[in-house]
């Protein structure tokens, strides 16, 4: 294996998770006895440019063609959204004479406000099943790949981009010099791109390890998008950081010859990183341990309930749930289902640990003593709408970034949510890089 990025062969070992099947695999019931493949899962680091990387094991065509995943299934992402169109229309002064193309749209979940906003745009999605969902939300949205050759077309087609988004793609594409080429080529010279991706600074500092799986390809700090960013002229002028999958950035970047300096806040994060170790190869060893932890403390809990003679069952069928299941051995005889608002699950079973998946209201019907909530990135707004598992004496569990249970008498109403912030628990969440540097999360 040599680095996607620069071309090294100077690759160590950070986090080594077995053989997992893709995660978004999930498992019709005439599937069950049937062979199920299964991939290396192993996160290395490249000791030249110091990107976070798993090999390109499976391709995008395995895993998006039909995909398992909605956006729109979370009603705080929806309002994350929202909330960042309001913020780029303002910013970037966008009328009705731009135009903003999205890499990897899913189902419309962003570009419905442009629409709204009376933007031209445009998505762009591999998904066919999901890209259908989009337009008939009224979103135009194209059922393709994104590389150079497609991104001519569409820049031949509809003119140069005011705005690219790549939200929580940049992870997702095996050949990252050709897909950053792309991004550059949909761009107007004078362009804005914005990228949101998980921050490896979490993934690494609190054993986040469930956020890596097979269709995540590449992890980053600030200092390795910049790198991977500057392959196709584009340079990073602002970053964010967001409490949003865990803890995550957002850059902004542009082509050089309009980007001028970066602004402070990207020397402050870059600061920051280099505080926590995160530039250096042996500010990564602790990954491993932490991840183990995790492990262990989970285990530990489950087998105490089982002992207990308590009923446990899951909430939610996310791809990170099922790097975490996998590696931790959690099946049915821990777990005795999950279920999940999305409806393409319903009926199916969990990749590798066969745990079946039901709709929300078996929760309501069984109520089962403890309920454990593997997307634990959305605390706020699961909290929020399951703080009536209380009712029954239920718990709400999380399993990351430790064990902890939810305190459901505090829990603020569902329409108030906000996923920017971690109500109803004492452990850490959001983007808990600032617990390491000081630094608040904006």
């Not at 929202?82 to 966008?94: C, D, M, Y």
């Not at 019907?365 to 605390?379: G, M, S, T």
């Not at 108030?416 to 617990?435: L, V």
Request: overall charge negative.
């Amino acid at each position: 294996m040599r680095c996607r990025l620069c071309d090294s062969a100077r690759l160590s070992s950070v986090l080594d998770l077995g053989a997992t099947p893709p995660c978004e695999k999930f498992l019709a019931v005439d599937e069950l006895d049937l062979p199920e493949p299964t991939y290396p899962l192993h996160l290395r680091l490249c000791e030249d440019c110091l990107l976070l990387q798993i090999p390109a094991l499976i391709t995008p065509e395995e895993t998006f063609t039909e995909y398992a995943y909605f956006a729109s299934y979370s009603e705080s992402w929806v309002r994350h959204a929202e909330r960042f169109v309001s913020h780029a229309v303002e910013r970037l002064g966008l009328g009705p004479e731009s135009f903003v193309v999205e890499a990897a749209s899913n189902d419309g979940y962003l570009l419905r406000h442009v629409v709204a906003a009376g933007i031209r745009c445009l998505g762009i999605e591999p998904s066919v099943n999901v890209g259908a969902a989009a337009r008939a939300l009224g979103v135009p949205t194209e059922s393709q790949f994104l590389d150079e050759d497609s991104a001519a077309k569409v820049r031949a087609v509809h003119g140069p981009a005011n705005l690219v988004v790549a939200n929580n793609v940049y992870a997702h594409v095996p050949d990252l010099r050709g897909f950053t080429r792309a991004l550059r080529e949909l761009m107007a010279d004078d362009g804005w791109l914005t990228i949101e991706v998980h921050h490896a600074a979490n993934l690494v500092r609190l054993g986040q390890f469930d956020t890596v799986y097979h269709e995540h390809f590449q992890y980053y700090t600030v200092l390795s998008a910049q790198r991977a960013l500057a392959t196709a002229g584009l340079t990073v002028v602002d970053v964010e950081l967001l409490a949003t999958h865990g803890g995550s950035i957002r850059l902004w970047a542009r082509p050089e010859a309009a980007a001028g300096a970066p602004g402070e806040r990207v020397a402050a994060v870059l600061r920051d990183e280099a505080a926590a170790g995160l530039h250096d190869p042996d500010g990564y060893r602790d990954l491993a341990p932490r991840a183990a932890h995790v492990r262990h403390e989970l285990l530990r809990y489950l087998l105490a309930r089982r002992a207990e003679g308590k009923r446990v069952v899951g909430y939610g069928a996310p791809g990170k749930g099922n790097t975490l299941l996998n590696y931790c051995g959690i099946r049915p005889d821990l777990l005795e289902y999950t279920v999940d608002r999305n409806p393409y699950k319903h009926g199916r079973f969990t990749p590798g640990t066969r745990i079946p998946i039901h709709p929300p209201e078996r929760i309501d019907a069984d109520r089962p003593d403890v309920v454990l909530v593997l997307p634990w990135n959305l605390e706020t707004e699961l909290t929020a709408q399951l703080r009536h598992v209380a009712d029954w004496g239920g718990e709400l569990v999380y399993p990351l970034p430790a064990v902890h249970r939810a305190d459901l008498t505090g829990a603020v109403r569902a329409d108030d949510a906000d996923p920017s912030t971690a109500a109803g628990s004492t452990a850490p969440t959001g983007n808990d890089f600032e617990h390491f540097t000081g630094r608040d999360a904006r």
